[in-house]
């Protein structure tokens, strides 16, 4: 079993970066499959991004892609979200989640374990 613990929210104006972080506990960070979603208010909680156990391939919404990046420390039992040129409609709550499957999945109910979700809020 794995606790997963989000920081790194705030406000943001549109164009700016954030990076979230997802803080895990345990010694067996390394043999989790890794991913963050979104939820916006009054919408269904989203696919954002995943990483594969050991870092070697990630996967990202069309949302996305080429503004946001994934990364892993397994060293520091730790999981990344790089924000660049954020958007209002970026605007969520966003969910660090693990699996112990080996292969990158989208959907939430792949996803066995998930964090309390760290605000972020994009304004125009």
């Known amino acids: 079993q794995v606790q997963l613990v989000e920081s790194g929210g705030g406000l943001v104006q549109a164009g700016g970066s954030l990076r979230l972080s997802c803080a895990a506990s345990g010694r067996t960070f390394r043999t989790y499959a890794m991913g963050w979603f979104r939820q916006a208010p009054g919408k269904e909680r989203e696919f954002v991004a995943a990483?594969?156990?050991?870092?070697?391939?990630?996967y990202y919404a069309d949302s996305v892609k080429g503004r946001f990046t994934i990364s892993r420390d397994n060293a520091l039992n730790t999981l990344y979200l790089q924000m660049k040129n954020l958007r209002p409609e970026d605007t969520a709550v966003y969910y660090c989640t693990a699996d112990t499957r080996a292969s990158i999945t989208t959907a939430t109910t792949d996803y066995a374990y998930w964090g309390q979700g760290t605000q972020v809020t994009v304004s125009s």
């Open positions: 990483i594969i156990r050991s870092g070697g391939r990630t």
